[in-house]
């Protein structure tokens, strides 16, 4: 009698511990998904190299066409997205530079918004894995000036009030964009497009307007990180200093501007001063 009781009390240890280390793993497993290591308390980086960014090695290893930002351009963003990715990353524009961009977050959601189709087509036919979308703009380069002067006339393009999806009253207010782009919260805009050196090309006033916009209404923590190249010029000077603010200027290197955009999301409309963004 005595055997036939050890047998099941072992058989049952086993089970128990089989049971044990099944459920161990899948908890290790699950917080590896999510990168929390809740014993260490810090996230876990996955280092291993993604898809991506082994595409994007092999890209610019083969080509003689290098982006158009310079190397201490490109180290500002670079910088954030060392500390922030995996993250949401919007970027206006495709070109030599959207697979670089897109290595940059690893398990991030890197968008692209692209305004020429055929561009589109160019890029992605060597790089299907990219994340784009063709957008189409509601201004023209030459109307700057008016725009610049007429938005206090309407309220919707005031802070108070200001949002992005829907607001055809706003000329400013991007409405075009796929739905993801107003669903997600974006950590990082960059502004390298779309055209903006020929009277009828759509110019950055309204990527300007509507990332402000985006940033201020940001409901999660944080700041938005908002990067304006080519700000040698008149219009994307004019409407960074208008809509960005100087205030919010953390770094200018070459012709690239980095802001930090606190989120106004919790401040009362009241307390939002006046017609200024700043
Ligand atoms: C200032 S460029 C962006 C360039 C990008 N930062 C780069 O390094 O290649 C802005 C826009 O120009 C257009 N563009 C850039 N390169 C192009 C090309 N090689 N052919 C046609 N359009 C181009 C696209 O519409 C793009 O969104």
Known sequence: MKYRNVIPEKLWFILVGLAGLIAGSIIISTFNRSNYNPLLCTRVVDSNPTTNQLNAILHYATSKITPQQ???????????????????????????????????????????????????????????????????????????????????????????????????????????????????????????????????APGRMAAIWSAAVMARNRKGPGVTHVFLHDVDRKVEKMFAMEFLCKKYLVKAVGRLWHFEIPSMANVSSSVISGNSFC
């Not at 495709?94 to 692209?114: I, V």
């Not at 739905?179 to 055209?195: C, F, N, Q, S, T």
């Open 70 to 200: 310079s190397n201490q351009e490109i180290r500002v963003s670079f910088d954030v997205l060392q500390l922030l990715s995996p993250c949401n990353f919007l970027v206006f524009g495709l070109g030599f530079d959207s697979q670089m961009w897109s290595a940059f977050n690893p398990r991030g959601t890197t968008l692209f918004l692209e305004e020429d189709p055929k561009w589109v087509q160019t890029v992605l036919k060597d790089a299907s894995f990219l994340h784009a979308h063709t957008v189409t703009y509601r201004t023209q380069l030459q109307e700057a000036d008016d725009l610049m002067k007429s938005y206090r006339n309407v309220p919707s393009c005031l802070p108070a009030n200001a949002y992005v999806n829907g607001n055809t009253e706003c000329k400013l207010a991007l409405t075009n964009l796929p739905d993801e782009v107003y669903d997600k919260e974006w950590d990082l805009i960059m502004i390298d497009a779309p055209k903006g050196y020929f009277a009828e």
